[in-house]
């Protein structure tokens, strides 16, 4: 067996996609992390709407379901309280990265 033979019969890592073009990163799109971070913050603020709409209606005697009412409202506060504790999550880790050391 000759080298040229070993060396056509040995497969070299492939390089081709080693120095191409990388992908263009989406910023506004349907999955992007800006559109989710917007669609989340609007369902927080439906849950809102509704929470507040519900205590409305509880405390002018409109309310025809006394459970319906107070499951908006407990899912208002909840959802309020997770968003929260999701953004104080995120700006700590933030925080930390700004302190590291480069």
Known sequence: MTLGEIS???KGPNTDKLFSQ???????GEGS???MLNQAISNVNDSQVK?????E??????V???QD?????????????????VKN?????????MRMQV
């Open 8 to 10: 056509t019969q040995i």
């Open 69 to 85: 009412a107070v499951q908006k409202i407990e899912e208002a506060e909840l959802s309020l309280k997770l968003a929260l504790e």
């Open 51 to 55: 929470g507040y709409t519900a205590m």
């Open 33 to 35: 992390f800006a559109s």
């Open 89 to 97: 999550k995120a700006l700590a880790a933030y925080k930390e990265i």
């Open 22 to 28: 990388p992908s263009p990163i989406k910023e506004e």
């Open 57 to 62: 209606e509880l405390a002018t005697g409109k």
């Open 64 to 66: 025809e379901n006394l």
